[in-house]
Structure formats: structure tokens, C-alpha cells
């Protein structure tokens, strides 16, 4: 395995390899017939039962946890998706569908809503699903104790109340005309009334709680009592924490893994050619960030951070570190696909003139920065650094680079060091991204920006049922964010996912890797 990995590494540095000059080289490791393409129909049609399905994934540390108020990050968001349901579920299409919740109506003005519960929904240990696991599953992510990142979304819910043994009843301060989205969020998940063991969680899901190393492997076996007849095919699912993109890519290739996320946007055109693999890529939310601290100086000040925005060639980086598998940023983090999209906002392009007007206007000749960037924020993410560098000094900014940790860089540098990089998912509304990250009291506004107006719109926004004035409204609100926010978005990356052919039933997913973190329950194995 090492002789493979060192070999790999060489053959894949920034991809400039021939074609013939890959294959020609991977023949002396014996990976000749790794490479080649196929299409997605070629997957048989029906379901198989049985196997181990086996993960090899990035986004997992030591300090993880299985708690649903603590997710930050990949690995733990499937791990959980194993193991427990959700209220709501997105599908293929974006749009919310049952899941806990088997159906839902809203009262005039969408501050009053009914949702009705699965029937026949048991726990790993028995018990049968009731109001009171859903009222204690939510309230775990509501009131001053808790250190969910879902708190201040769910803050307008006014009360949770009882309405007989299937149905409970939502109301909110103010209406939410997307509150099924909203409860559709990968935190919401559900364990029995009480329940606090996090060590061995007791969910719904498809699977039961085997052993669980955080950051490092885990395995967890078939429900064979899960009450989704359509789901779960697989005897087993083993996770192993690969955080490195070669190892990771070598671990598929060698047959160590059926399947990987993240791929590295620098080999998926070879591993494309593979007659063994299939490459899944979607489109949707995903993008990368480079994010200014707005309570320190210098960014604090709007000029500076417009300066710095002006300063990053955007279609470089796509065609060179995302090799193409992405669209052009425009910071704020709404995507094309969003139906409150605003079209009409002009797509900002590198312009150091214009870069370094703002740096003047700040009262500035020239700035100095020290940005923290680590790949574990997303794939390339020192290339983009190193590109935005080099882009930069043409507009008076000097940059130097922190290589930071990859194995702490969210604990440690996240949200704490004054310019730094990440990454984000993306929501399946435009209201959810903003509360999430951009609302003044969001526990994860990873540039601790505040803005009263845009807290007042996104408000205004939230409550209204006419889409047209909602259209209106958020669109403003992506152009304040873009004009005014601390995060510099100069790219969406596409999700890229690859699998062995083995894979049945894996499809593309506009939220987040892996089907939308569900590929577990959802896919099978052909031999």
C-alpha cells in the first residue's frame, strides 16, 4: 500500500500528466485498470441485500462526536444519518419530503403548523417512536444550555405542543413559510424521550451502533427491523477516516474502499477514464470561502475587505484548481439552482485597479495578511491561496500563507484566526444559508459580521407566503452580503464523489456528498 500511495503521488502532482504517460506509469504499480469511464445506468435496476459496504471519507477528527448539536463536519453528518432519521428529508429534486414527519400543514399565515408522525417507527432497543422522542429531540437544539448550531434557527419556534400520540403542533413568533427545510437540517435528528449516552447513540435508522473510533473507523450493522422497506441493503457499513485525497484516491483504487467523497478536483479527469469506477458529480450549494474577521482590524472596515474581494482572479482558480467542476462566485452564498437566485447582480471579475482604489480609500498604500489556509477546508484550497498570492501584490496586498493542521484546522483555526479559509454545504433555501451563517446571533457567522438591516429583511423575509415579494427581498439580501459581508466566495464547487462499479444505486444529489450524507441506506452491492 505505501509503494502504491508514494507512486500515485508522483503520477497525480497537478495533474499535468498525459494521458498516455498516466496509464504507461500506473501500469508499474499494477493499477493499469483503475482508469476508464462509465456511465451511471449502467447500475443494475433492482436492489441486492448482503456485504459490507465499505467508506473511505474526509471530514472526520479524533474530536468528533456523535452528537447531534456538535456535527461540523462530513464524516460525523453520515455516521449520524446511519444511525438515526430526520424530521423531514430533502430529495434529488431539493425539495423536502417526509421522513419522521409522514406529513404536514400550515395554518394561514404559517406561524401555526401540523405535523403528523411516522406510524409502526421503532428504536434500536424497541421502543416505539412517540411525540415525546420528537419534542425532546428538538429541544435539545433550543434554549440557553445548548451548544447546537441550529439554536438560532429554531429560536422563533414559540412552542412544541402534544396534539395526541401522532401529531405534534409547531408554532412560531412569526410565519415560516419554508419551516419543513428548515426541519429538514442534519442536526434534527431523533433518540428516544431522555436519551444523552452519545457514546452509543439509539436512533431510528438504518443501522445499529457496532464500534465507533472518532476521526479513525467505524462500523455499524443492518436495522433488519428498519421501517424503511426500501432502504438499507447492505449487512454492514464500515467507515474508515481518510482525511489525505491521495491516500484517499488510493484507498478506491486498491480496493481498500468502495467508495470515497471529495475527490480531488486535481485527478477526477483520470479516474473518469477508469473502466472500474464511476465519478458522481452534483451540482448545487457548495462553496469556498475565504473569510475576514469583521470585529478586528483591518476588517473591519468595508474597503479593505472590497479591496481584497477585487483582488482574486475567480475564473483562474475554477480552471486551475477546480479543473472546471464549479461556477464562478460572487460572494454570497446563494447558488444559481436557489429559485431566489438574483440574476441581476453583476458578476464581480479580478480587477486590481478597482482593488486597489479601495485600499486607498481605507487610507491605505499597501496591506499586509496572513491568511490560514489548510486543505481540510476544501480540495486545493492552498493552491487557491497560492493563486490569490500571487494575484493579489498587483493591488498592493501581500499575502503570506499559514499552513495550518488538518487535523485541528476546524477546532482551531475555524472562526478564530482573522482571515482564514472554509468551506459550506450549502442549504436548500436561501432563508436557512443566511440564518445559518450570516444572521448577527448565528452561532456559526464565521466572520462575526453584523448587519441590523439584513437581520430586518431576513426577518421580513421568513414570514412572508407571496415568492415574488420573498424573491425581491432576497435578493437584496445576497447584494448586501456581497457588497458589505466578510466573506470573499470566489467559487461553488461541484460535490464529487467516486465509487467502484460494485456501487449500485448511487445517484447525484444537490445536497452535500454522498447522496446528501444517506448513500449508506441508500445504495447496495452488486457482487
Known amino acids: 500500500m505505501k509503494d502504491k500511495n508514494s507512486a500515485l503521488t508522483q503520477l497525480m502532482q ?157 408554532t412560531l413568533e412569526s410565519g415560516n413559510a419554508d419551516l419543513p427545510y428548515l426541519l429538514a437540517d442534519y442536526h434534527l435528528l ?31 450493522k443492518r436495522n433488519p427491523n428498519y421501517w424503511k422497506k426500501d432502504r438499507a441493503f447492505v449487512d454492514a457499513v464500515e467507515v474508515i477516516v481518510i482525511n489525505d485525497p491521495t491516500a484517499r484516491t488510493n484507498a478506491l483504487i486498491s480496493g481498500q474502499v468502495h467508495a470515497i467523497n471529495r475527490v480531488d478536483f486535481k485527478t477526477v479527469d ?23 474577521d469583521c470585529s478586528v482590524a483591518p476588517f473591519n472596515n468595508n474597503d479593505v475587505r472590497m479591496a481584497i474581494k477585487h483582488g482574486i482572479d475567480r475564473q483562474k482558480i475554477l480552471d486551475t484548481v477546480l479543473r472546471g467542476y464549479g461556477s464562478l462566485g460572487n460572494d454570497h452564498p446563494i447558488p444559481k439552482t436557489d429559485r431566489f437566485f438574483n440574476h441581476s447582480l453583476e458578476q464581480r ?20 495578511l496572513e491568511l490560514s489556509s489548510s486543505d481540510a477546508a ?37 472562526m478564530k484566526a482573522p482571515f482564514s479559509m472554509g468551506y459550506w454545504g450549502g442549504r436548500p433555501t436561501a432563508d436557512q444559508m443566511f440564518s445559518t451563517a450570516y444572521q448577527s446571533t448565528a452561532k456559526w457567522n464565521d466572520t462575526h459580521w453584523k448587519d441590523e438591516k439584513f437581520d430586518a429583511l431576513l426577518l421580513q423575509a421568513r414570514s412572508l407566503l407571496d415568492d415574488g415579494k420573498r424573491a425581491e427581498i432576497y435578493g437584496e439580501l445576497q447584494s448586501i452580503v456581497r457588497d458589505n459581508g466578510g466573506a ?29 450524507g444517506r448513500l449508506a441506506e441508500r445504495v447496495w452491492l452488486e457482487a
Request: overall charge neutral; hydrophobic content about 40%; proline content about 5%.
Open 190 to 220: 431523533v433518540v428516544p424521550n431522555g436519551f444523552t449516552d452519545w457514546s452509543h447513540p439509539i436512533g431510528t435508522g438504518g443501522f445499529v451502533f457496532d464500534q465507533y473510533e472518532p476521526g479513525v473507523r467505524s462500523l455499524f
Open 349 to 368: 471579475v479580478y480587477d486590481p485597479d478597482k482593488s486597489a482604489f479601495y485600499l486607498k480609500k481605507a487610507g491605505l498604500t499597501d496591506l499586509k
Open 378 to 414: 476544501f480540495a486545493g484550497a492552498l493552491d487557491a491561496a497560492a493563486l490569490f498570492q500571487g494575484e493579489a501584490q498587483k493591488s498592493g496586498i501581500q499575502v503570506s500563507i499559514k499552513r495550518q493542521p488538518a487535523d485541528s484546522y476546524w477546532d482551531d483555526v475555524w
Open 14 to 170: 497537478d495533474a499535468k500528466l498525459s494521458r498516455r504517460g498516466f496509464i504507461t506509469s500506473a501500469a508499474a504499480v499494477g493499477i493499469t485498470t483503475a482508469y476508464g469511464l462509465s456511465p451511471l445506468s449502467a447500475f443494475a435496476a433492482e436492489p441486492k441485500k448482503g456485504g459490507t459496504l465499505k467508506l473511505g471519507m474526509s471530514g472526520g477528527n479524533t474530536s468528533d462526536s456523535l452528537d447531534p448539536t456538535l456535527f461540523s463536519d462530513w464524516v460525523p453528518l453520515n455516521q449520524a444519518y446511519m444511525l438515526m432519521n430526520g424530521l423531514v428529508e430533502i430529495d434529488e429534486n431539493n425539495k423536502a419530503i417526509p421522513e419522521l414527519f409522514a406529513s404536514w400543514e400550515a395554518k394561514p399565515g404559517a406561524a401555526e403548523w401540523i405535523f403528523t408522525l411516522q406510524d409502526g417507527v421503532t428504536f434500536h432497543n424497541g421502543k416505539k417512536l412517540d411525540v415525546d422522542d420528537i419534542i425532546y429531540s428538538i429541544n435539545l437544539h433550543r434554549g440557553d444550555k445548548t451548544k447546537s448550531a441550529i439554536k438560532t434557527q429554531l429560536s422563533p419556534i414559540t412552542a412544541l405542543t402534544k396534539q395526541g400520540d401522532n401529531q405534534i403542533a409547531i
Open 270 to 292: 483520470f479516474l473518469k477514464r477508469s473502466p472500474a469506477l464511476n465519478i458522481v458529480r452534483s451540482s448545487g450549494g457548495q462553496h469556498f470561502t475565504f473569510l475576514m
Open 488 to 516: 470573499m466566495i470566489p467559487l461553488f464547487g461541484d460535490y464529487l464523489d467516486a465509487a467502484n462499479k460494485k456501487v449500485g444505486g448511487i445517484k447525484p444529489h444537490p445536497m452535500f456528498n454522498f447522496m446528501g
